[in-house]
C-alpha cells in the first residue's frame, strides 16, 4: 500500500492528506436539518449529517488528492451509529481511489493490538467466513507499550499489503512532556523513531518502508533530525494550518525529490468554508470552499518545496 500512497501523491504533485474530523459544528446547517428531518435529532441523525458532509468533501476533493484520514474518536462519539458513518467514509473514499489512514491511535498488549489490526487493517475468520471490518489501508499507532503493542500490528500489514503510521513527535503542546525527556542524552522521540527505522528496515516496500511516523507539522526542527533517523519512513505530518504549521516549515519532512513527507489538514478544509478567505463560497457550497483550501494548501506546500531547491 505504501507505493500507492507514493504514486498517487506523485501523480496529483499533492502530498496532503484530509483529515475527515467532522464535530457536529463544522456540518453546515442545511445538511444537519436534512438529517434530522429524516432520523430526528438522534445519534442516527448526527451520524446521517456527519456522513453527507463527508461525502459533499470527498466528492469535490478526490481528483485532487491522494489520500483521506477519518479521525475515529470523531464518529465513536456518535456511537453505533457513528461507527457506521465511518466505515461507509472508509468504503466511499476507497470506491473513488482514495488511501485511507484510519487515524485510530491504538496500542496495547499483544492479544489486544492483535484484536485491533484484525478489526481495522485484517480479516476475522467467523465459521467458515473471513470478514474484513473497517478495512482501513494504513492505521496509526501508539507504541508505548513497546514491541508487543507493535508487533501484532506489523504481522497484518505484512499478511494484507497494508500500512502503519507510529506516533514519534506529535503536534500538540504538551508533547514534550513524554516525548521530549532525555535518556542518555537523546530525546525520547528520537529513541522511538530508531525504533521505528528499525522496524521500517525489514518491511520496505519499492522505496519506502510501509512502516512510517508520525511527526508534527509544529516542530519543523525536530522533524528535520527525524528525517535523518527514518531515511526510508514516510512521515505523516499533523498540524498544519489551524494548528499553526505553514509550507515553509515543512520542507525538512521531505526527502530531496520532494517525497517522503505526506501533510494532514483537517479543518482547515473540512471547515473552510467558516474561513474568511473562502467565506465566498458560503455553507451552500461548503465543498467547493473545501476544494478551494486544498488548492492553496497545494500551492503553499509546493511553492515551499520549490523555494528549497
Same mark, same amino acid.
Given at each position: 500500500?505504501?507505493? &500507492? ?5 506523485? &501523480? ?5 492528506? *484530509? ?16 438529517? #434530522? ?7 442516527? %441523525? ?22 483521506? &484520514? ?28 482514495? *488511501? ?30 473471513? #470478514?474484513?471490518? #473497517?478495512?482501513?489501508? #494504513? ?10 503493542? $507493535?508487533?501484532?500490528?506489523?504481522? *497484518? ?13 506529535? +503536534?500538540?503542546? +504538551? ?16 529513541? $522511538?523513531?530508531?525504533? $521505528? ?27 528535520? $533530525? ?5 531515511? &526510508? +519512513? ?12 505553514? %509550507? ?33 463560497? %458560503? ?27
Amino acid at each position: 500500500m505504501i507505493n &500507492k500512497l507514493v504514486e498517487k501523491i506523485t &501523480k496529483t504533485h499533492a502530498p496532503i492528506v *484530509v483529515g475527515l474530523d467532522p464535530m457536529l459544528n463544522y456540518v453546515p446547517e442545511h445538511v444537519q436539518k436534512a438529517a #434530522f428531518a429524516e432520523y430526528g435529532e438522534t445519534l442516527e %441523525g448526527a451520524a446521517e449529517a456527519i456522513w453527507q458532509f463527508n461525502k459533499e468533501i470527498i466528492d469535490k476533493t478526490y481528483d485532487l488528492i491522494p489520500a483521506v &484520514k477519518p479521525q475515529i474518536a470523531m464518529y465513536e462519539q456518535f456511537g453505533i451509529p457513528g461507527m457506521i458513518a465511518y466505515e461507509k467514509t472508509v468504503s466511499y473514499a476507497q470506491e473513488k481511489d482514495l *488511501v485511507v489512514i484510519g487515524d485510530i491511535k491504538r496500542g496495547d498488549i499483544g492479544s489486544t493490538s492483535a484484536a485491533y489490526a484484525v478489526g481495522h487493517l485484517g480479516k476475522v475468520k467467523v465459521g467458515n467466513n473471513t #470478514f474484513a471490518g #473497517f478495512h482501513e489501508d #494504513f492505521a496509526t499507532v501508539n507504541p508505548y507499550l513497546g514491541s508487543d503493542g $507493535v508487533k501484532p500490528f506489523i504481522d *497484518v500489514c505484512k499478511e494484507e499489503k497494508k500500512g502503519l503510521f507510529i506516533l514519534v513527535k506529535t +503536534s500538540n503542546p +504538551s508533547s514534550g512532556e513524554f516525548q521530549d525527556q532525555l535518556i542518555d542524552g537523546k530525546p525520547l522521540y528520537e529513541l $522511538v523513531g530508531e525504533k $521505528v527505522a528499525a522496524w521500517g528496515e525489514e518491511h520496505m516496500g519499492d522505496k519506502y518502508s510501509y512502516i512510517g511516523a508520525v511527526v508534527g507539522a509544529t516542530y519543523p526542527e525536530m522533524g528535520k $533530525v527525524l528525517r535523518k533517523v527514518m531515511p &526510508k +519512513s514516510f512521515i505523516l505530518v499533523p498540524g498544519y494550518g489551524a494548528q499553526g504549521g505553514q %509550507g515553509k516549515d515543512l520542507v525538512h519532512f521531505f526527502d530531496e525529490d520532494g517525497l517522503g513527507a505526506i501533510v494532514n489538514s483537517s479543518r482547515g478544509i473540512i471547515a473552510a468554508y467558516k474561513q474568511e478567505a473562502y467565506a465566498k463560497f %458560503g455553507a451552500e457550497n461548503f465543498g467547493d470552499a473545501s476544494r478551494a483550501a486544498v488548492e492553496a494548501m497545494i500551492a503553499d506546500i509546493d511553492g515551499a518545496l520549490n523555494a528549497a531547491k
